[in-house]
């Protein structure tokens, strides 16, 4: 069965540009949810995608879909790609790439494995996956779909959602959630530049960090 839906517009295109400053990581001080499995990673670097979910479901050897998604996603989107669990057939790969590209999508993230590295890597479009497969699915259209809610990296990802990546691995926020975050994540990226020109002057990280007065705290309480 084949599953085919609108696609869901709820992020603003302001958000997602203000995002596109903000690294995963620095969100990572804030929350403990919606990152990714870490082995699912770029397949090259130095790499950033920051976007809209297109979400899209498919079966291990069935990759109709896929295709079909490229043509319905607009620019900006990030297609994002439930395998089911298949860590064996690639339904991403070269060609796949570069039709994303011609139609202005900003990347694609694959729980599971692509195909055909160096020309992905030629043509610098954003592919995250598991990893890499000589071995490929086939155009079936029997099962798949599209703007569907999808797990990719253990998270679930709901059409719209935000994704925002960079080479250390995925992030997904819901839209209302990255809506109240982006304010507190903007000045904690800010903070954080200003640290390493701190550090980079000669300051102590376990001072401009805090470490150092709780290990002494620590240590007082222990009686030394």
Known sequence: MIIVRERVDVLSE?????????????????LEFGFCHPNLQPLWR????????????TSALDSAVVHGAIDRASPGDVLVI????????????????????????AGVVIDGPATDFTEIVQSYFPVYARGLSPVTTKSLAMDGGINVEVTIGGV?????????ADSNGVLVLPAHLAESLVEQAEARQERSTKIQEQLAAGMSISELSGARKKIEARL???GR
């Not at 130095?46 to 479901?57: D, E, H, N, R, S």
């Open 156 to 164: 679930a990802v709901r059409p719209g959602d935000l994704v925002v």
């Open 220 to 222: 007082q309480v222990q």
């Open 46 to 57: 130095p790499c950033t995608l920051v976007g809209p979910a297109f979400t899209v479901q």
């Open 14 to 30: 302001e958000l997602v540009e203000r995002y596109k400053a903000i690294e995963p990581a620095t969100v990572g001080h804030m």
């Open 82 to 105: 439930d395998r089911n669990g298949d860590q064996r057939h690639a339904c991403w790969g070269g060609m796949t790439s570069l039709a994303a590209k011609v139609r202005g999508l």
